[in-house]
């Protein structure tokens, strides 16, 4: 076996046309066996080359505008959720490339395997090349082979460049993810056991409150797709909000503020929005930046400065942080406090709580729609805090103040 290409594009007459035209003097044969078509190439031989015979065995699912569901039992389906599983668990150097690559997993509809019967193909890697550049393919490899490009099983892209090896080895810089269907939702198909018990238990602390549940309501990203905000991002961004909040509550003027912020050299942490908010913090404005004291809460405790993220039915009391734990105090430097913070919490923990705030956050919303409320819970607590948390799990990629909170 030299490789198999994945592809959410399907078309086994693609590969014959492209086959046919490549090799006009090629015997092309085709057939059906179980599952799976297959086409062989057969090229004759000549004076100073013997004959070679290529083989393609070539299968997609039944239904390839949807994503997998969980009860999808096709072989090829569950050769899939295999995959997302085997790449999950592989180390990476770049961590954006393995996120892309998982996602690109959930779009697969096809698979075809390339193998040499006889004899040896002539422009053999070139056709290789040419197929993975028409189904935006990425490749399964074992070393020792025409395209190989490590000394252990591994995975390319559709330029034959190494994607991601067992070494974690990556040499891509980025990975397109593309569909054909506009209506295939990539972001729910294979689940790993990890993302169903995290809602499971997510569900089991709303039903023991009485909170009603949305059984589908789909699952957060796993731990393996989610690149957290580092330790110095998230201090960075807990200290620029606690000086924000200073004006929020009329503790400081906007210009005090924005002097405070250029003195240590903390206005590169300011949003654009906020940097809109001091130049004019009207009183609706400042009620509104005031509840960015649950996003600060959230915050610490990411980066383990609040032991317990406390469960939402009442608004955090900050009197509560001790001032060493804090970001700002007169009698500090911010910078020494951001420079501190080296660690945060597991991606587990961050996407188990982000988890359950968009649950909570879902029966919020839905009481608000139907003019209710839910008992034992504060919307506005609970609103922030998933905000905070979706800027963490870097959730579709927005800066801060386009985070959305999608229920």
Same mark, same amino acid.
Request: charged residues 25%; hydrophobic residues 35%; glycine residues 4%.
């Given at each position: 076996?030299?490789?198999?290409?994945?592809?959410?594009?399907?078309?086994?007459?693609?590969?014959?046309?492209?086959?046919?035209?490549?090799?006009?003097?090629?015997?092309?044969?085709?057939?059906?066996?179980?599952?799976?078509?297959?086409?062989?190439?057969?090229?004759?031989?000549?004076?100073?080359?013997?004959?070679?015979?290529?083989?393609?065995?070539?299968?997609?699912?039944?239904?390839?505008?949807?994503?997998?569901?969980?009860?999808?039992?096709?072989?090829?389906?569950?050769?899939?959720?295999?995959?997302?599983?085997?790449?999950?668990?592989?180390?990476?150097?770049?961590?954006?490339?393995?996120?892309?690559?998982?996602?690109?997993?959930?779009?697969?509809?096809?698979?075809?395997?390339?193998?040499?019967?006889?004899?040896?193909?002539?422009?053999?890697?070139?056709?290789?090349?040419?197929?993975?550049?028409?189904?935006?393919?990425?490749?399964?490899?074992?070393?020792?082979?025409?395209?190989?490009?490590?000394?252990?099983?591994?995975?390319?892209?559709?330029?034959?460049?190494?994607?991601?090896?067992?070494?974690?080895?990556?040499?891509?810089?980025?990975?397109?993810?593309?569909?054909?269907?506009?209506?295939?939702?990539?972001?729910?198909?294979?689940?790993?056991?990890?993302?169903?018990?995290?809602?499971?238990?997510?569900?089991?602390?709303?039903?023991?409150?009485?909170?009603?549940?949305?059984?589908?309501? =789909?699952?957060?990203?796993? &731990? $393996?797709? %989610?690149?957290? @905000?580092?330790?110095? *991002? +998230?201090?960075?961004? #807990?200290?620029?909000?606690?000086?924000?909040?200073?004006?929020?509550?009329?503790?400081?003027?906007?210009?005090?503020?924005?002097?405070?912020?250029?003195?240590?050299?903390?206005?590169?942490?300011?949003?654009?929005?906020?940097?809109?908010?001091?130049?004019?913090?009207?009183?609706?404005?400042?009620?509104?930046?005031?509840?960015?004291?649950?996003?600060?809460?959230?915050?610490?405790?990411?980066?383990?400065?609040?032991?317990?993220?406390?469960?939402?039915?009442?608004?955090?009391?900050?009197?509560?942080?001790?001032?060493?734990?804090?970001?700002?105090?007169?009698?500090?430097? =911010?910078?020494?406090?951001? &420079? $501190?913070? %080296?660690?945060? @919490?597991?991606?587990? *923990? +961050?996407?188990?709580? #982000?988890?359950?705030?968009?649950?909570?956050?879902?029966?919020?919303?839905?009481?608000?729609?139907?003019?209710?409320?839910?008992?034992?819970?504060?919307?506005?607590?609970?609103?922030?805090?998933?905000?905070?948390?979706?800027?963490?799990?870097?959730?579709?990629?927005?800066?801060?103040?386009?985070?959305?909170?999608?229920?």
């Amino acid at each position: 076996m030299i490789c198999t290409l994945y592809a959410h594009q399907t078309g086994f007459d693609k590969i014959r046309d492209i086959l046919t035209t490549g090799f006009p003097q090629a015997q092309i044969a085709t057939g059906k066996e179980g599952d799976s078509d297959w086409i062989q190439l057969n090229l004759p031989g000549g004076f100073l080359r013997k004959e070679s015979s290529l083989l393609i065995r070539y299968r997609q699912r039944t239904d390839t505008a949807n994503p997998i569901g969980p009860q999808e039992s096709e072989d090829i389906a569950n050769n899939i959720r295999g995959l997302y599983g085997y790449v999950a668990q592989l180390p990476c150097d770049n961590e954006k490339v393995h996120a892309l690559f998982l996602q690109k997993i959930t779009t697969l509809n096809c698979e075809f395997s390339v193998e040499q019967v006889a004899g040896k193909t002539k422009d053999l890697v070139p056709l290789i090349g040419h197929l993975a550049e028409d189904f935006d393919a990425v490749l399964f490899v074992q070393p020792g082979t025409p395209i190989s490009r490590s000394d252990t099983q591994h995975f390319l892209d559709k330029n034959l460049e190494l994607l991601l090896d067992q070494e974690g080895r990556c040499h891509v810089k980025t990975l397109d993810v593309r569909v054909n269907v506009e209506d295939f939702d990539h972001t729910a198909i294979v689940l790993l056991p990890e993302q169903e018990e995290r809602k499971a238990r997510s569900e089991a602390v709303l039903a023991a409150r009485n909170i009603q549940i949305n059984r589908h309501l =789909p699952c957060v990203e796993s &731990a $393996a797709e %989610t690149i957290l @905000r580092t330790p110095a *991002e +998230i201090a960075q961004r #807990a200290t620029a909000l606690a000086v924000i909040s200073l004006v929020a509550n009329s503790v400081l003027t906007g210009e005090e503020a924005t002097s405070y912020l250029h003195d240590y050299q903390l206005w590169q942490y300011v949003t654009p929005g906020e940097k809109d908010f001091l130049a004019n913090p009207t009183p609706e404005r400042q009620r509104k930046e005031s509840w960015k004291s649950e996003c600060i809460y959230t915050l610490l405790w990411a980066v383990g400065k609040i032991e317990v993220l406390a469960f939402p039915d009442e608004q955090c009391n900050m009197n509560n942080i001790p001032p060493e734990d804090y970001p700002i105090d007169p009698d500090k430097d =911010p910078q020494q406090y951001i &420079a $501190a913070v %080296t660690t945060s @919490r597991s991606k587990e *923990e +961050i996407l188990d709580a #982000a988890d359950l705030y968009y649950r909570l956050d879902w029966a919020c919303v839905d009481a608000r729609i139907n003019n209710q409320t839910v008992a034992g819970l504060d919307a506005g607590v609970v609103y922030e805090r998933h905000y905070a948390l979706n800027w963490l799990i870097r959730y579709s990629d927005q800066e801060w103040d386009d985070v959305s909170c999608d229920t």
